[in-house]
């Protein structure tokens, strides 16, 4: 059983399945007497089934060890003070459920069972949990074989993950509700399904299951699927989708749950599908063969002799550089989007940034997608139609860039979605492309890594520089004009392609900077830290000009820097945590492009702190894993890590308050929101730096730090969130003041 007081205890807005298992931890930590072992594993992988590269289950699954452990942290200290342990091993089934092997052996090692023991209890589980596998698939079998032998009944297939589509206190009776009328119902996993493909880049494992067994539903004539999914269930917002894409127009049924579902109205749609299946079947039955509908030939990149080319819709194959090519960025801010567009131009390509989302893109994203998708994903769409609508020439042919990611979140599933929204409007002449080790980064070569770097390292300085700017300077609307005519220089320079003029510029944009009449030195101006999503911390229509806002309120915002995301996805090659392995060669190479990396930095920087208007501080990725790992493991991979440890790295040290923020219903997002709610305190950032007497005084009076999360779905703040916004700046004004006391040696 789970208790209302324990759902009632969850620090973020998370997904009905989430709230169960803060009810269900609940529960077991108020029993009398406390177990003496707790098993909360992270469960990182299912089972592989095709040959995608991962099989993974949601962040806030995996998450479930890291944020009911912050959440019911009082709890767990009263298990370990009665003699109990939590015990957590991280558990990747990705390469079959054999591999639990070595995860479960350890545990029973932690609770004092011998290796012997272990390893013989082990192969007894194993085999039975193989025999009990095996006869689902059987029992699947038999049920089929039934329904096949009477033509003239239909079976509902249920759709779903375990924990919402099978366990009675999340499915709310809805396969009772279906055989009750004397429907065949069959569990997913039941089906033998092994023949058929899932999705192209489909990293979630039960996505895979669910997409393998519906292409097997809508060929099967007599069955038909039954979708149970949750409000905000991050992977559903795309699986659903492609579920509803293989189904074409076959009925389904989908089902969307959480703690406010009503019974009465499941019953009424329960009863509406079975109706439309009856009418379905009976037309079909009576339907002559369909004209066949000419197919869409979509545009693709492709790398052809080591260099990047277009195939189009006509059948030509032409190079990206060809003049009819033009190659698109989505803004995600306006800097990073015209430096990265500006290095393409400097390699040959006729690059172009489109300008920041506005309402009209806002609106166009929402019109194309079914708006459960993540805010990114809707403005990027909106985007790309926007283009094509108002700007694309009739002989033009455009690539979309699109960047990619291999899980756990949605992001992987953004440039799948752009090609199947092509397809489906039958766009011609658009194609998506990705730069990844899988396509040797389209043959542009290490040279053009530099540059990319370059950029990114250019344009994370200038944001921060810019947002000091608006805090700061005298007259902030002149001091945007002349950042922003620094800024084509900078830009005229990056296409330019040659690092000495780059340097040369931003030498002379430092010095122009430093010109510009302040209000007070910059080290005297606070500074709010803004972490979260990489692309919503950056746009300026998804965070709803926050830092506008926060400036005219006299903040400066520093917002985590795009490097912060590409130093950590070398670091999570180098530590084994990606599905890219190198071999000696490959860490050799490495090594050297970390050593480079680093260098250019250090001197961009340098450089551009000329202007004192920011730090020359490198990143530090270690530290930022390091600060974070007592509440999150570095095997949960993504920006859940970045964002708890950016924030503690950040406050108080070089920043007064701290605000996450993200899409809405974003699933790292949330899963940062539930440890910081807990983990931004006194204690908790004292450890991260325990030998630092002025961190010490900084915080002698002081308990709870300033922090703030906010969802953004792309509309203006709610009055809450306003609210909330307006107490956090009191409170960060504060800790400023006591910074600057002990500081200045006259602590307030």
């Not at 990182?44 to 009911?68: R, T």
């Not at 996450?660 to 807990?678: D, H, K, Q, T, V």
Request: charged residues 25%; aromatic residues 8%; hydrophobic residues 40%.
């Amino acid at each position: 059983h789970f208790t209302q007081e324990g759902i009632d205890k969850r620090e973020a807005p998370f997904c009905y399945p989430v709230e169960l298992a803060h009810g269900f931890f609940h529960a077991l930590m108020s029993m009398e007497n406390l177990p003496e072992y707790i098993f909360l594993p992270h469960i990182k992988a299912v089972p592989l089934l095709d040959d995608n590269p991962s099989s993974q289950v949601c962040p806030l699954i995996q998450g479930e060890a890291y944020y009911l452990r912050s959440t019911f942290q009082d709890r767990i200290e009263l298990l370990k003070a009665r003699g109990g342990k939590l015990l957590q091993p991280v558990m990747d089934l990705s390469s079959g459920i054999e591999t639990a092997r070595t995860p479960l052996i350890r545990t029973a090692l932690e609770m004092g069972i011998s290796r012997q023991e272990a390893e013989e209890a082990f192969i007894h589980a194993l085999e039975n949990q193989r025999a009990c596998l095996n006869e689902m698939k059987h029992l699947g079998r038999e049920a089929l074989r039934e329904l096949e032998s009477t033509p003239d009944r239909f079976g509902v297939v249920i759709f779903g993950r375990p924990y919402n589509a099978f366990a009675e206190e999340a499915h709310m009776g809805i396969p009772h509700k279906l055989a009750s009328r004397g429907v065949m119902v069959i569990p997913m996993d039941f089906i033998s399904q092994e023949m058929e493909f899932s999705k192209n880049h489909m990293y979630w494992g039960m996505g895979q299951l669910i997409l393998k067994t519906a292409r097997f539903v809508k060929k099967h004539p007599q069955l038909f699927g039954t979708y149970i999914t949750n409000f905000s269930c991050g992977p559903d917002s795309f699986v659903i989708g492609y579920f509803r894409e293989i189904m074409g127009r076959k009925p389904s049924l989908t089902l969307e749950l959480d703690s406010h579902t009503a019974d009465a109205g499941l019953e009424t749609r329960i009863e509406a599908f079975l109706d439309i299946i009856s009418a379905y079947r009976q037309l079909t039955q009576h339907q002559g063969r369909q004209k066949l509908h000419t197919p869409f030939v979509e545009s693709k990149v492709i790398l052809e002799n080591g260099a990047a080319m277009v195939a189009t819709s006509d059948g030509k194959t032409i190079p990206m550089t060809d003049p009819r090519v033009s190659l698109l960025f989505p803004s995600m801010g306006n800097l990073a989007s015209e430096s990265i567009a500006a290095v393409f131009r400097g390699s040959g390509y006729h690059a172009k940034a489109h300008p920041p989302s506005d309402e009209a893109v806002l609106k166009l994203g929402r019109a194309n997608t079914s708006c459960k998708e993540c805010l990114p994903l809707i403005l990027t769409t909106g985007t790309l139609l926007n283009y094509i609508r108002n700007q694309k020439k009739a002989d033009e042919i455009l690539v979309y860039f699109m960047p990619t990611g291999s899980g756990p979140c949605r992001f992987g599933q953004y440039a799948v979605f752009m090609e199947d929204l092509v397809r489906r409007l039958e766009i011609p002449n658009v194609a998506v492309m990705s730069l990844t080790s899988d396509n040797s980064y389209l043959g542009l070569g290490n040279g053009f890594q530099k540059k990319g770097w370059w950029s990114v390292l250019i344009s994370d300085a200038m944001e921060d520089i810019r947002s000091m700017l608006l805090a700061d300077a005298v007259d902030p609307s002149r001091a945007m004009g002349v950042f922003r005519e620094e800024w084509e220089e900078i830009l005229s320079r990056m296409e330019s392609g040659a690092y000495d003029r780059i340097k040369s510029q931003l030498k002379k944009t430092a010095h122009r900077l430093a010109s510009i009449p302040l209000k007070a030195p910059p080290d005297q101006i606070p500074v709010i830290a803004l972490v979260g999503e990489i692309f919503v911390r950056r746009d300026h229509l998804s965070r709803q000009f926050i830092t506008e806002t926060l400036a005219e309120k006299g903040f400066a915002t520093v917002c985590s820097p795009i490097a912060e995301w590409m130093r950590y996805s070398d670091y999570t090659v180098k530590k084994g945590l990606s599905t890219y392995t190198l071999d000696l060669k490959g860490k050799i190479g490495f090594f050297i492009k970390e050593l480079h990396m680093g260098r250019y930095e250090k001197e961009i920087k340098s450089i551009l702190s000329a202007s004192g208007l920011i730090h020359p501080e490198p990143l530090h990725i270690e530290r930022i894993i390091k600060n974070a790992s007592p509440f999150i493991a570095p095997d949960l991979a993504g920006e859940a890590i970045l964002t708890v440890g950016s924030a503690l790295t950040e406050v108080v040290t070089h920043a007064c308050g701290v605000i996450a923020i993200g899409p809405f219903g974003c699933m790292p997002n949330r899963l940062s929101e539930a440890i910081l709610s807990r983990a931004m305190n006194r204690d908790v950032k004292l450890a991260t730096d325990p030998k630092n007497q002025s961190l010490k005084a900084v915080l002698s009076d002081v308990e709870d730090l300033p922090f703030l999360a906010i969802e953004s779905d792309g509309s203006p703040f709610p009055q809450l969130i306003t609210a909330k916004l307006e107490s956090f700046c009191l409170r960060a004004k504060r800790l400023h003041e006591t910074i600057l006391g002990i500081k200045n040696g006259t602590p307030a």
